[in-house]
């Protein structure tokens, strides 16, 4: 699965972003049986998960974004989001979204999310 990740920017700490992760070629029933996440990677760290959404609609989030993220997911439009609220200079990576279904993973390219402080 093809998967398209954008939304990100510059943005002042304590702003908000929604980052959106689209899957325009794929079908319906083959998008909303997948798990969605997102990650990020921070310039000389390690890519680290952030959020994921199972196909049933669980939610679970690294602690540090505990209360400030959410991720949701549209299967009818084939889209998963992360909103992104009081943002914190330590947000600033690239974000990738991924979607995992039994032995087969896909991830997006990345969009960047730059917080001044």
């Known amino acids: 699965v093809q998967l398209q990740a954008y939304g990100g920017g510059l943005v002042q700490a304590g702003g908000s972003l929604r980052l959106s992760c689209a899957a325009p070629n794929s079908i319906f029933s083959v998008f909303s049986v997948g798990n969605m996440g997102w990650y990020r990677q921070a310039p000389g760290n390690e890519r680290e998960f952030v959020a994921e959404i199972t196909s049933g609609g669980s939610t679970n989030y690294r602690d540090s974004v505990k209360g400030r993220f959410t991720i949701s997911r549209d299967n009818g439009k084939k889209r998963v989001y992360l909103q992104m609220n009081s943002l914190k200079a330590e947000d600033t990576a690239v974000y990738y979204c991924?979607?995992?279904?039994?032995?087969?993973?896909?991830w997006g390219q990345g969009t960047l999310v730059t917080v001044s402080s």
């Open positions: 991924r979607r995992v279904a039994g032995a087969l993973v896909d």
